[in-house]
């Protein structure tokens, strides 16, 4: 065996985020590297690995257990190419809202996601806060003036 180096930390996820439903039946992780993109995976309540994404963070579960909500972020790599080429802030992407069926199996996603909230009590309902459209935000600045 050889010794452990600086370079072998790179290679090393750390767990940021957890969470268990409230009936125990399923459990997310946030595994994220040193370097580089997190990834969110959800389980069975058995232990077995149900589904995995990439580039997402921000996770939440309903309190009835059917839904999984999260934030699915830019590639690191794609944020620091557009950041070299001096792209402006407001040209930059934005997150989606990733919202996942335990049931069905099935994802639906959100694009322009600002924040988001889930209900402790009640579920079935999601508050979340879009950007603005680009084009909206021109057509109302060019009102104003």
């Not at 930059?92 to 919202?99: D, E, T, W």
């Amino acid at each position: 065996k050889r010794p452990l180096t600086i370079d072998d930390l790179d290679t090393w996820n750390r767990i940021t985020e957890s969470i268990i439903s409230d009936d125990g039946s399923l459990c997310g992780f946030v595994f994220e590297p040193w370097d580089g993109d997190p990834s969110l995976k959800i389980y069975q309540g058995s232990g077995a690995e149900k589904i995995s994404f990439p580039c997402a963070s921000g996770i939440k579960i309903t309190s009835d257990s059917r839904y999984v909500i999260f934030t699915i972020t830019t590639p690191k790599q794609k944020l620091t190419e557009l950041k070299l080429k001096k792209t402006k802030k407001e040209d930059m992407p934005v997150n989606s809202l990733g919202i996942y069926n335990e049931v069905d199996n099935s994802t639906d996603t959100i694009i322009r996601i600002k924040s988001f909230k889930v209900p402790e009590k009640w579920p079935g309902w999601i508050a979340y806060q879009c950007e603005p459209l680009k084009e909206a935000a021109s057509r109302g600045k060019n009102v104003q003036q």
